[in-house]
């Protein structure tokens, strides 16, 4: 009866122990707002490395061969730091851009010459405005402290990102956004409040209906 005794108590021990180990670990749990950013902006990185390659490799102007050299190191560099946070958070993350993103590229290959230049153009104006939404979203929305700041040193790389592009495409006499002195402009013309609004940002990578609604894959489709 005694060592029946010690053994209930060594378990009740045991248990007690573990407790707090596991309460730490639901509470290290990153929250779906921030797993699902990771997950977007690291489909997002893979698509804009891939679509560098196509440029430096296919365009015709010089401009987007440069542009796409500079995307694709800073998307790596981004995405560096998406996969160590993601790591560290344990939220595993998708292995190829969404199955939108992968049509773009698709069509990208096939371009050629200066429709290419358009096509890459107008895909990365659509797809640095998206990311810059939803880099905003997090900002104002996320929960994990590594996850936001991660998404402020985004941020302005996007966003440096998509003034080349405005920039380009003016050149190039492909239609721009209305810029908004309060927020990010969408591709209908209208704005995304700056972080700490309400609205509701697509994910890096979404593609817009006819009707100019964003309809956007869930992170990890393909």
Same mark, same amino acid.
């Given at each position: ?12 021990? *045991?248990?007690?122990? =573990? #407790?707090?180990?596991?309460? &730490?670990?639901? +509470?290290? /749990? ?5 797993? %699902? ?27 987007v061969k440069r542009l796409g050299e500079m995307f694709k190191t800073d ?30 590229l698709d069509r990208l290959n096939n371009a050629r010459g200066e429709e290419?230049?358009?096509?890459? *153009?107008?895909?990365? =104006? #659509?797809?640095?405005?998206? &990311?810059?939404? +939803?880099? /905003? ?5 996320? %929960? ?46 209208t704005t995304t409040p700056a972080p700490g609004g309400t609205t509701e ?22």
């Amino acid at each position: 009866m005694l060592g029946i005794k010690r053994l209930g108590l060594l378990a009740a021990l *045991v248990l007690v122990g =573990l #407790a707090p180990a596991a309460a &730490a670990q639901a +509470a290290a /749990q990153p929250s779906t707002q921030d797993s %699902q950013y990771l997950q977007a902006v690291h489909q997002s990185n893979l698509f804009e490395i891939k679509a560098g390659d196509l440029a430096r490799e296919k365009g015709q102007n010089q401009e987007v061969k440069r542009l796409g050299e500079m995307f694709k190191t800073d998307h790596t560099q981004l995405d560096q730091s998406v996969q160590q946070t993601a790591s560290q958070l344990g939220v595993q993350l998708p292995g190829e851009p969404t199955a939108d993103q992968r049509q773009i590229l698709d069509r990208l290959n096939n371009a050629r010459g200066e429709e290419f230049d358009r096509q890459w *153009v107008t895909a990365q =104006l #659509a797809a640095h405005l998206q &990311a810059i939404q +939803a880099t /905003q979203t997090e900002i104002s929305q996320g %929960q994990e402290q590594s996850v936001i700041q991660l998404a402020q040193t985004a941020l302005p790389v996007l966003q440096a990102h998509y003034d080349e592009l405005v920039n380009l495409a003016q050149q190039l006499g492909i239609p721009v956004p209305e810029a908004s002195a309060t927020g990010t402009p969408s591709p209908s013309g209208t704005t995304t409040p700056a972080p700490g609004g309400t609205t509701e940002s697509p994910a890096p990578g979404g593609t817009e209906s006819p009707g100019g609604t964003t309809e956007t894959p869930a992170p990890g489709t393909s």
